[in-house]
């Protein structure tokens, strides 16, 4: 497999780039899930970590204030990889918002 970015850039092989904004992935699909307790910034980013590193996401943001975690992908998510990504952060995954 070969990749047009450099080891260590936030942008994937298919040329998407995910810094959290969703407004980077054209053509991505955004799903919103409830997650419980997160209650800080340092919540949001564990699981923004965890979540992140599944493939085809592209961009992930979680907000403690509303247990939202809206997580950007290039296809379909799987439902059951983000809940095994947030149990890993600490967190329990309550379903889709």
């Known amino acids: 497999m070969t990749s047009r970015t450099t080891p260590g850039s936030c942008c994937t092989p298919a040329g998407t780039c995910g810094t959290?904004?969703?407004?980077?992935?054209?053509?991505?699909?955004?799903?919103?899930?409830?997650?419980?307790?997160?209650?800080?910034?340092?919540?949001?980013?564990?699981?923004?970590?965890?979540?992140?590193?599944?493939?085809?996401?592209?961009?992930?943001?979680?907000?403690?204030?509303t247990g939202l975690v809206t997580v950007t992908s290039i296809g379909a998510p799987d439902d059951e990889a983000v809940r095994a990504a947030v149990d890993e952060a600490g967190y329990e995954l309550a379903g889709r918002a």
């Open 20 to 65: 959290g904004a969703q407004d980077d992935v054209r053509g991505g699909i955004t799903t919103v899930y409830t997650v419980t307790g997160m209650t800080c910034g340092h919540c949001e980013s564990s699981i923004a970590q965890e979540v992140s590193a599944i493939p085809g996401v592209t961009s992930v943001k979680a907000v403690a204030a």
